[in-house]
């Protein structure tokens, strides 16, 4: 690991997903010989103007792969009746492997309903109930594609969790609570922080590995990192000038931290990656 005055060594979420997505190719081309095209559906209702960003980020994604994929986009004035009945028609297509509704939906629809609609063997988000309950048992299903970008970086650069502390701060479905038991599934001890947590500062000097996601700019400072710590940040804000930043002091923890990931170029891309390495899991494991 880089240990140089230059500051930490920078763990390229870019690099990684390139390399993530050759092998899902090779994959995917090894299930088109047997006659099978991994297939995704990604639904968008409403016309939220970042969710078009990420959606068509994902078809183009899956197109790259070598995999089918649908992209379906409804009005915003969709029922929750008229959703829950595509999803559940979805459910029940051969050709598609993974169904992603793309959040959030409008206030008139139940996420978690529509959640709850998909079938857990196409829930390549890994938001479904069955899922999470797999992720906290240690059966199989689809972890949620953050965290999981998350642990295939540290994975690339070397780092074994075995008895290190890590600090989660951010508790939500999406990230938080998913990051921490994959965490503490490869045997790190693992420290929850939230918007109720007292004293931040006193739970990440001790962490060999912080997770920053909230969502709130400079939540991390060079002041609250132990030297030699690994820095994941999962945050995507803007700051005065407008330029994407995480949730993490990047230019004072690089100067502190062993190893750290940009944004952006950094959990980014490997979410996207994820999605894809799923979807191909749902169609390997749907293969007669």
């Known amino acids: 690991m880089n240990t140089?005055?230059?500051?930490?060594?920078?763990?390229?979420?870019?690099?990684?997903?390139?390399?993530?997505?050759?092998?899902?190719t090779a994959r995917a081309q090894a299930l088109k010989a047997r006659?099978?095209?991994?297939?995704?559906?990604?639904i968008l209702v409403g016309d939220?103007?970042?969710?078009?960003?990420?959606?068509?980020?994902?078809?183009?994604?899956c197109q790259d792969c070598g995999f089918?994929?649908?992209?379906?986009?409804?009005?915003?004035?969709?029922?929750?009746?008229?959703?829950?009945?595509?999803?559940?028609?979805?459910?029940?297509?051969?050709a598609i492997h993974g169904i992603l509704v793309q959040l959030p939906v409008p206030k008139h629809i139940n996420a978690a309903k529509v959640i709850e609609a998909i079938s857990p063997a196409k829930d390549v988000d890994g938001f479904h109930v069955a899922s999470a309950g797999a992720l906290m048992t240690g059966m199989p299903g689809f972890w949620p594609c953050t965290p999981y970008g998350c642990m295939k970086m540290l994975e690339s650069i070397g780092?074994?969790?075995?008895?290190?502390?890590?600090?989660v701060i951010g508790r939500s479905n999406i990230v938080g609570k998913p990051m921490a038991l994959m965490l503490l599934e490869k045997n790190a001890t693992v420290t929850l922080?939230?918007?109720?947590?007292?004293?931040?500062?006193?739970?990440?000097?001790?962490?060999d590995v912080i997770v920053a996601a909230v969502g709130k700019r400079n939540v991390l400072t060079a002041d609250m990192v132990k030297p030699g710590?690994?820095?994941?940040?999962?945050?995507?804000?803007?700051?005065?000038?407008?330029?994407?930043?995480g949730d993490v002091d990047f230019e004072?923890?690089?100067?502190?931290?062993?190893?750290?990931?940009?944004?952006?170029?950094?959990?980014?891309?490997?979410?996207i990656t994820m999605l894809l390495v799923n979807t191909l899991e749902a169609a390997e494991r749907a293969a007669p």
């Open 4 to 24: 140089s005055t230059s500051g930490a060594q920078l763990i390229d979420g870019v690099a990684l997903s390139q390399k993530l997505r050759t092998d899902v």
């Open 35 to 42: 006659g099978i095209t991994p297939g995704l559906a990604v």
């Open 48 to 61: 939220n103007p970042a969710s078009q960003v990420y959606v068509r980020n994902k078809v183009k994604g």
């Open 68 to 94: 089918h994929s649908v992209l379906e986009k409804y009005d915003a004035s969709m029922t929750e009746s008229e959703l829950l009945a595509r999803i559940e028609a979805l459910n029940h297509d051969p």
């Open 159 to 167: 780092y074994d969790l075995r008895g290190k502390h890590a600090v």
């Open 193 to 207: 922080c939230h918007s109720a947590t007292h004293n931040l500062k006193a739970m990440t000097l001790q962490a």
């Open 229 to 245: 710590a690994v820095v994941l940040d999962v945050g995507m804000n803007r700051n005065d000038e407008g330029k994407l930043c």
């Open 252 to 271: 004072g923890v690089r100067q502190v931290a062993s190893a750290i990931t940009p944004v952006p170029g950094g959990v980014g891309p490997m979410t």
